[in-house]
């Protein structure tokens, strides 16, 4: 019976993000007025999140609901290679967010002079093609289709590299240098960096004058840090626990991978549905609007 629950919670929860990920994925795109740097980033985590959870949702859906207990190679690894890159780019997409927030509550004055529109693009682009450039570089240390499968069965809940990897059959340390490097780069790179953004920001904020500026740039502030700290706490919580010397069963780390995948994913249309105040006020139009165009057609039916 759990397996059932569990793949309808997963179907559920994969609905939401798709809902609320092209909710504001539309209303970004379809409203001129919204069209600048801070808009233009949370359209690019959007996009993001669903690539990033599509890559997983439909793998664990199909097994848990649909029974279907395998999947074709090229399958695995196409979703394997979107997966890590939605991983990758969520990552920078964060990173280019806290760099926007920091110019913009610092510099506010000059922000639409260091930040424009084009030059948030090219932003975006830079760094999708960095995270092609990374996964390029992992699959091409790892050789995939050269690796011997002697059982060739992915003891976790979707494909990922680990998973690929611990299933064939080769000592699996070597093959993990270059996903380690990455990780690094991720964890401790681009994290600290936004802390120092964030810090920056909050030593800011309590310099100004005006109350309600304060008021205004922290809510901006929160909604990030809240974004910031689920994507981030699953990777950090598995990489504490292997640093203390906790050893996860089978079961916990897939626990720990669903949550990483479906949380941070669910949580952040979420978050910018309801505390951003340009899109909240235009999703309340559209659904008003929506609303008095059924009633009217109910009074004249």
Same mark, same amino acid.
């Given at each position: 019976?759990?397996?059932? /629950?569990? =793949?309808?919670?997963?179907?559920?929860?994969?609905?939401?993000?798709?809902?609320g990920?092209?909710?504001?994925?539309?209303? %970004?795109? +379809? !409203?001129?007025?919204?069209?600048?740097?801070?808009y233009?980033?949370?359209?690019?985590?959007a996009?993001? !999140?669903?690539?990033?959870?599509?890559?997983?949702?439909?793998?664990?859906?199909?097994?848990?609901?649909?029974?279907? $207990?395998?999947?074709?190679?090229?399958?695995?690894?196409?979703s394997?290679? %979107?997966?890590h890159?939605? !991983?990758?780019?969520?990552? /920078?997409?964060?990173?280019?967010? #806290?760099?926007?927030?920091?110019?913009?509550?610092?510099?506010?004055?000059?922000?639409?002079?260091?930040?424009?529109n084009?030059?948030?693009?090219?932003?975006?682009?830079?760094?999708?093609?960095?995270?092609?450039? @990374?996964?390029?570089?992992?699959?091409?240390?790892? !050789?995939?289709?050269?690796?011997?499968?002697?059982q060739p069965?992915?003891?976790?809940?979707?494909?990922?590299?680990?998973?690929? %990897?611990?299933?064939? @059959?080769?000592?699996?340390?070597?093959?993990?240098?270059?996903? +380690?490097?990455? #990780? /690094?780069?991720?964890?401790? =790179?681009?994290?600290?960096?936004?802390i120092?953004?964030y810090?920056?920001?909050?030593? +800011?904020?309590?310099?100004?004058?005006?109350?309600?500026?304060?008021?205004q740039?922290?809510?901006? @502030? %929160?909604?990030?840090?809240?974004?910031?700290?689920?994507?981030? #706490?699953?990777?950090?919580?598995?990489?504490?626990?292997?640093?203390? =010397?906790?050893?996860l069963?089978?079961?916990?780390?897939?626990a720990?991978?669903?949550? #990483?995948?479906?949380?941070?994913?669910?949580i952040?249309?979420?978050?910018?549905? /309801?505390? +951003?105040?340009e899109?909240?006020?235009?999703?309340?139009?559209?659904?008003s609007?929506?609303?008095?165009?059924?009633?009217?057609?109910?009074? $004249? =039916?």
């Open positions: 019976c759990w397996p059932f /629950l569990l =793949g309808f919670l997963i179907f559920i929860t994969y609905f939401l993000v798709i809902l990920s092209g909710t504001n994925i539309c209303i %970004i795109l +379809t !409203d001129r007025r919204l069209h600048t740097p801070m233009l980033l949370i359209c690019n985590l996009v993001v !999140d669903i690539m990033f959870t599509s890559s997983t949702s439909t793998t664990m859906i199909s097994v848990l609901l649909g029974e279907v $207990k395998t999947i074709s190679y090229y399958s695995c690894i196409s394997m290679y %979107i997966y890159l939605g !991983d990758i780019t969520g990552c /920078l997409a964060l990173s280019l967010m #806290a760099l926007d927030r920091t110019i913009a509550i610092s510099n506010p004055l000059r922000y639409h002079s260091i930040l424009t084009a030059q948030i693009f090219v932003l975006i682009i830079a760094s999708w093609f960095i995270g092609i450039i @990374c996964l390029g570089i992992a699959l091409a240390w790892a !050789d995939f289709d050269n690796l011997p499968y002697c069965i992915i003891r976790y809940v979707f494909c990922d590299y680990p998973a690929l %990897i611990r299933a064939a @059959c080769v000592n699996p340390e070597p093959y993990f240098l270059i996903p +380690t490097i990455l #990780a /690094l780069w991720l964890l401790a =790179g681009q994290f600290p960096l936004i120092l953004s810090v920056k920001i909050i030593y +800011t904020l309590l310099r100004l004058p005006n109350s309600e500026s304060r008021a740039g922290f809510n901006t @502030c %929160i909604c990030h840090i809240i974004v910031v700290s689920c994507y981030y #706490a699953p990777k950090l919580v598995s990489v504490l626990l292997t640093r203390i =010397g906790v050893r069963n089978l079961t916990e780390r897939n720990l991978l669903i949550i #990483a995948t479906l949380l941070p994913s669910l952040n249309p979420t978050i910018y549905c /309801l505390k +951003t105040k899109i909240r006020k235009r999703l309340v139009q559209i659904l609007r929506r609303k008095r165009t059924v009633s009217i057609k109910c009074q $004249k =039916g």
